[in-house]
């Protein structure tokens, strides 16, 4: 493998291709999120439950890091949970600053009205729910809608908590039943490539998703009734 990597650096006149670059990178960030103990599944958690695109991330971390160490399961499953309600809680904040107007704008209005519509009276159901399924669930969606409706944040918190805790629990017992298939295919060269072009996506629309975010805060920061209201 050495002689491989250094016959493709000399041919590429010392440089890696763009692929290799980022797979290095994903590698190396995976193999962080992994050596970091039970933080791992908190800083995922964080990630995934915000504004970002990261299907199955925190799940994988979770059934990863149960299957190779067993005596830290309930530690692991507390942390990834923690984790997620932390990023719910950034998430509710900036969907309450932009309020209802700008979630239809950023999310779609005919997408948040059904959303509303189906929530109604059911928020916490709503969010349980969202916690509970797995993607392509519109979880940051249903979120950013229950918080731009002015729902508490602290029940949001409490029941996305309660509910990724039921979920990875779930995944835990999985893992510890299933973990040495898991990670048989984890390590087959296919799922690599596969999880690599994956994340890259991920990545990608993650960046957009940033950006959409940022620009519509923006826009309202400096819009004509903003300006009022802080005059």
């Known amino acids: 493998m050495g002689a491989i990597s250094t016959q493709g650096a000399i041919r590429s006149g010392g440089r890696r291709a763009p692929g290799t670059q ?27 439950s915000s504004f970002l695109v990261l299907p199955f991330s925190n799940d994988l971390v979770v059934v990863g890091v149960v299957a190779h160490h067993h005596h830290g399961t309930a530690w692991y499953i507390l942390s990834a949970a923690c984790g997620s309600t932390i990023g719910v809680l950034l998430l509710a904040l900036v969907a309450r600053k932009l309020g209802e107007e700008g979630i239809k704008k950023v999310a779609g209005e005919k997408r948040f009205e059904s959303l509303h519509a189906r ?61 040495k298939t898991v990670l048989s295919i984890a390590r087959a060269p296919a799922f690599e490539w596969s ?35 802080a005059a």
């Not at 050596?35 to 791992?40: K, L």
């Not at 960046?207 to 400096?222: G, H, P, Y």
């Open 22 to 48: 980022m797979k290095t990178f994903l590698i190396g960030f995976l193999h962080f999120i992994f050596h970091i103990g039970y933080f791992g599944p908190l800083l995922m958690g964080i990630l995934d």
């Open 119 to 179: 929530i109604g009276n059911r928020a916490g159901a709503a969010v349980a729910l969202a916690g509970l399924a797995p993607p392509p669930f519109p979880f940051t969606t249903v979120i950013a809608a229950v918080a731009a409706i002015d729902y508490p944040i602290w029940r949001i918190m409490v029941f996305n908590f309660c509910a990724r805790a039921v979920r990875f629990a779930i995944l835990a017992v999985l893992a510890l039943k299933f973990g």
């Open 195 to 229: 999880m690599f072009v994956f994340i890259t996506l991920c990545v990608v629309a993650s960046a957009f998703s940033i950006w959409r975010w940022w620009r519509k805060t923006r826009k309202e920061a400096n819009s004509p009734a903003s300006r009022q209201s």
